[in-house]
């Protein structure tokens, strides 16, 4: 089948594709500091629960991509379809990915690593579908943004050799952004979006309100007094912190 590369359906300028690319950052660095963290003194504990960052219980891996775009651009329709899955070559800094399985040093080697990149872009076809090697991805509506359903510990070795991915890629809806609203809520500096009748804080604004923004949407003329969004907002962070990949 001849792999078609990745062209969003509506053209998307350069503002877009670069507050993907951040968003994806976003979601990497969010896992290091993860692992990573320490706990600080009281006053720094004390900060991180009023803001809503838990330590989960069983310790930290990385968010599922998929949870993770879910929770912070909200109705997002994160599923892969088989049925409209098109074989596309793809930038890997468009791609929301989660390690958690850690190479060994032979797996680790140029030659390995060579080997399994390249044996990854040759699953990446409809023939090979049914295969549990074959990358699988998902595109949210028609922004430049890939989330990684199948192969999502494989994009880092992409990530790395800055190597384009070919990948699997279901398109899924999202809606239009004529259709959405952005709204801000005091006294906690909360973000939420609004489609229709519902509206969903957004956990992480600083990542994603430059990619809704490029979108086109709009924001609200007039900021409201809530401190139900405060407990949405804690609510939503938790539920990230407690997302994590498993074997």
Excluded at 57 to 80: N, Q, Y
Excluded at 89 to 97: G, L, W, Y
Excluded at 144 to 155: C, D
Excluded at 218 to 226: G, I, Q
């Amino acid at each position: 089948m001849a792999r078609t590369p990745y062209t969003p359906e509506k053209v998307l300028d350069d503002v877009m594709r670069s507050a993907v690319a951040e968003f994806v950052a976003a979601k990497d660095r969010f896992d290091v500091e993860g692992r990573t963290y320490i706990p600080g003194g009281w006053f720094y504990r004390i900060r991180r629960w009023v803001q809503g960052w838990t330590v989960p219980e069983r310790g930290w891996t990385a968010t599922f991509p998929s949870k993770f775009v879910e929770l912070t651009i909200p109705f997002s329709d994160v599923m892969f379809t088989a049925s409209k899955a098109q074989p596309m070559t793809i930038d890997c800094r468009m791609i929301v990915s989660g390690t958690f399985n850690y190479y060994t040093d032979d797996e680790c080697s140029v030659l390995a690593v060579q080997q399994t990149m390249d044996r990854s872009d040759k699953y990446a076809c409809r023939e090979m579908l049914r295969n549990p090697f074959s990358p699988r991805s998902c595109q949210i509506g028609s922004l430049p943004l890939i989330v990684a359903t199948e192969g999502k510990n494989r994009v880092a070795l992409f990530k790395a050799h800055k190597r384009p991915m070919q990948t699997m890629v279901a398109a899924t809806a999202y809606p239009d952004a004529s259709d959405l609203t952005i709204h801000h809520s005091w006294p906690c500096n909360v973000y939420s979006l609004r489609y229709g009748q519902s509206r969903r804080v957004l956990p992480l604004p600083e990542a994603v309100l430059p990619i809704l923004k490029a979108y086109g949407v709009r924001s609200s003329h007039s900021s409201r007094f809530s401190i139900q969004d405060y407990l949405e907002l804690r609510r939503a962070r938790a539920d990230l912190c407690r997302s994590q990949m498993r074997e």
